[in-house]
Structure formats: structure tokens, C-alpha cells
């Protein structure tokens, strides 16, 4: 589990066994008991942190996060020509956020915005987000870790300079979100809107 999910489960987790050892069964006390152990429960499990196979193809760019392709369409970016991928991630998803490819990190910015359903398009520019710019041996790609309706908070681990891997776990974002990665024209996208993928592990595009 993620270590900032100790904190949300820690709470009801008490609470829950508080109220279960003073309360007597079929009381309004157990009945609350029971269903702060199931929140706490389901915290636990929102926080996750699977293992991932990162795949061994240098030539790889993966998934930023798990959850469905919602979009891919031509976008610019700073005058240069390329494309985004939207991943839309529901609140059952595992909420790591993880670098798409190796590099380094040359600017984090975040930007306050709008709270907009992760799967409206206007998401990925109005709202809360963090802006990360990963140099590359192959080129420059941006990926943002946005939030959404539910999710409030995007939090990000790593600092400008740092050095990541391919499938690094680089950051969070909190009850149901959004990530969008850019990248340029020098990429081939092999993967299509529909289509569910994994943090990491499962390869959104190709360098050619």
C-alpha cells in the first residue's frame, strides 16, 4: 500500500473497532463499527501499489496509469506538432502514477484550476493538475497528473532533475482522476480509445 494511504485508513480502521467492542450487536454503535471497518477496508485497497513488469523494448513508452483510454487526438504543443492520449482513471483503478519513459524531469508545474469530471475534455485543461516536462534520449514528452470530480489532490514524489526509469513510480492522485501524456510526431501510438491499461506495464506508443 501507499504510504500517504496509512493516514486515510488509520482513522475509520480505530473508530470502527472502538465502536465494535463498546457496542452490543444489532445496536446503531456495531452497525457503524461495521461500516467504518468497510470504509477503512476500501482505502486499503484504493491505495494499493502492485508490482508491474516494465517492458524490456528501450524503444517502449508506457502507461502513465492504469485505467481506459478515453481519447487520442493531434495536439500541439509550444508550435510542435503531436498527439495526446487521455487515460481515464475510475475510483477502483490503482491511483500510481508512474513515468512513461526514461529521462529526466526538467520542470514540475502545478496549476490550480476547475474540478471537472475526469472524462470531459475540458478536464485536461481547466483542471487541478501537475505539468511534468520528461527530457528524453528520444525527445521531449509532457505527461499531467489531473484531478477530477471526486479527486481533489495530485501529489507528486519527484523534484526538477531527478532521473527516472521507464515505469518509475513517480507520484498519486487521489479518488478517481485523469492522466494525459503528450508526445511527438517522432511516436507511434498503438493503442486505441476503449482500450483498459496498466501503470507501467502496458505500452501506450513506440519510438520509431
Not at 512513461?100 to 474540478?115: D, N, V
Amino acid at each position: 500500500m501507499v504510504r500517504d494511504g496509512y493516514k486515510f485508513a488509520a482513522p475509520p480502521l480505530v473508530l470502527g473497532l472502538v465502536a465494535l467492542c463498546f457496542g452490543l450487536w444489532w445496536t446503531p454503535a456495531a452497525w457503524a463499527g461495521v461500516l467504518l471497518l468497510l470504509l477503512a477496508a476500501f482505502v486499503v485497497y484504493f491505495f494499493r501499489d502492485p508490482e508491474r513488469v516494465i517492458p524490456g523494448d528501450p524503444a517502449a513508452i508506457v502507461s502513465p496509469g492504469d485505467g481506459r483510454v478515453m481519447e487520442v487526438v493531434e495536439e500541439s504543443l509550444d508550435g510542435r506538432a503531436g498527439r495526446r492520449i487521455s487515460i481515464f482513471l475510475a475510483i477502483w483503478n490503482v491511483h500510481v502514477s508512474r513515468s512513461p519513459f526514461a529521462g529526466r524531469i526538467e520542470r514540475i508545474e502545478y496549476r490550480p484550476g476547475k474540478f471537472y469530471a475526469a472524462m470531459r475534455s475540458r478536464a485536461s485543461s481547466e483542471n487541478e493538475q501537475n505539468v511534468i516536462r520528461l527530457s528524453t534520449e528520444r525527445g521531449e514528452m509532457v505527461f499531467k497528473q489531473i484531478a477530477g470530480w471526486v479527486a481533489r489532490r495530485v501529489v507528486c514524489w519527484k523534484k526538477p532533475g531527478d532521473r527516472l526509469a521507464t515505469g518509475e513510480r513517480i507520484g498519486l492522485i487521489r479518488f478517481g482522476s485523469r492522466m494525459d501524456i503528450w508526445l511527438p510526431e517522432g511516436a507511434e501510438i498503438v493503442v486505441k480509445p476503449g482500450e483498459h491499461v496498466a501503470g507501467g506495464s502496458s505500452i501506450l506508443a513506440r519510438w520509431t
